[in-house]
């Protein structure tokens, strides 16, 4: 979950980004994961899925290259570039 304020804009970087609407003191926890807005799932879970619901995940999460586990999240933290 996004613990700053932020806003899905052009990037130039990436086609879109997320940005923070305000500014973001060094050391400041941006993000953090919350059971109860995020949820994680294997890539043999994902792999499982229904086509539909594996097209949902892929759009609406990202793969976690420190987890190694797939993460739905309901914000926005999908556009950090």
């Given at each position: 979950m996004l613990l700053i304020p932020t806003q899905v804009r052009p990037s130039s970087?990436?086609?879109?980004?997320l940005f923070a609407t305000a500014p973001v003191k060094k050391g400041t926890i941006t993000w953090t994961f919350k059971p109860n807005f995020d949820l994680l799932f294997t890539v043999e879970e994902v792999e499982?899925?229904?086509?539909?619901?594996?097209?949902?995940?892929?759009?609406?999460?990202?793969?976690s290259t420190y987890l190694n586990k797939y993460v739905f999240c309901v914000d926005d933290a999908r556009f950090w570039n």
């Open positions: 970087i990436q086609g879109l980004g499982a899925m229904h086509p539909v619901q594996k097209a949902l995940l892929h759009h609406h999460g990202y793969l």
